[in-house]
């Protein structure tokens, strides 16, 4: 299947962390999964993010992710979370008419299985295509879950570079600020580290190697994020 895609580019991300601001089209449809490793002292947890991406207009998109957690440790694998993320992309879609600066909004509504609670977030991208071959994205947002409750605002900053057509080297860090926790505590953490973004006609495939920089916050998270247009 996806030696013979082509003639359509899949409404790829660029970083494997940062949220990008390319939208599926009106009816497109696109496959999208993220594998993550995080990696918290001796142990781990392989998170999986699956679910089919719409584009309801040119401009916005829906997303239905079912989220799945291994804890390796115990050696348990359940079902996390599922719910939907809409984005709605301010500025034409049109490759001709769009400017080097393109915002977009998103809002998701999550339901947390094991908690049995809400995850309630949103956020606001911007990238900026600084000259032709690089793209830069900032992101900012907030996420509260309803047990607890838990108030979290986040931050991503990353920066490719086109290589080649289809092959974009780069960076990213990602930061997490606790506001509100019933414990007490205001934890900050931050990762940073490469990625590397291929896209081959409808398919598209991003890896991250993010790595923690505070004591708080998982010690590494690895990322693969892929997709694939319909």
Request: proline fraction near 5%; hydrophobic fraction near 45%.
């Amino acid at each position: 299947m996806l030696l013979c895609a082509g003639g359509v580019s899949a409404a790829s991300r660029t970083a494997s962390w940062a949220h990008d601001t390319a939208v599926q089209p009106e009816r497109g449809v696109e496959l999208e999964q993220w594998i993550t490793d995080e990696v918290e002292g001796d142990d781990s947890k392989i998170k999986l993010w699956w679910g089919p991406v719409v584009g309801i207009t040119d401009n916005v998109e829906a997303a239905l992710p079912l989220e799945i957690t291994r804890e390796q440790a115990s050696g348990q694998t359940f079902l996390d979370g599922y719910g939907i993320d809409l984005r709605f992309r301010l500025v034409t879609s049109d490759p001709v008419l769009v400017g080097p600066f393109v915002p977009l909004l998103r809002v998701s509504a999550k339901r947390l299985v094991q908690d049995d609670a809400a995850e309630l977030g949103g956020s606001a991208v911007l990238s900026i295509d600084a000259t032709k071959r690089l793209h830069l994205i900032l992101e900012a947002g907030m996420s509260g879950v309803t047990v607890g409750p838990v108030l979290e605002s986040q931050f991503a900053l990353a920066a490719n570079y086109a290589v080649l057509e289809d092959v974009r080297l780069g960076a990213e860090a990602f930061a997490e600020q606790e506001l509100d926790n019933p414990d007490g505590t205001r934890e900050l953490w931050i990762a940073a580290g490469p990625t590397v973004a291929v896209t081959h006609g409808r398919f598209w495939v991003t890896l991250g190697a993010p790595f923690g920089l505070t004591k708080a916050g998982p010690r590494a998270l690895p990322r693969v994020v892929w997709g694939i247009a319909f």
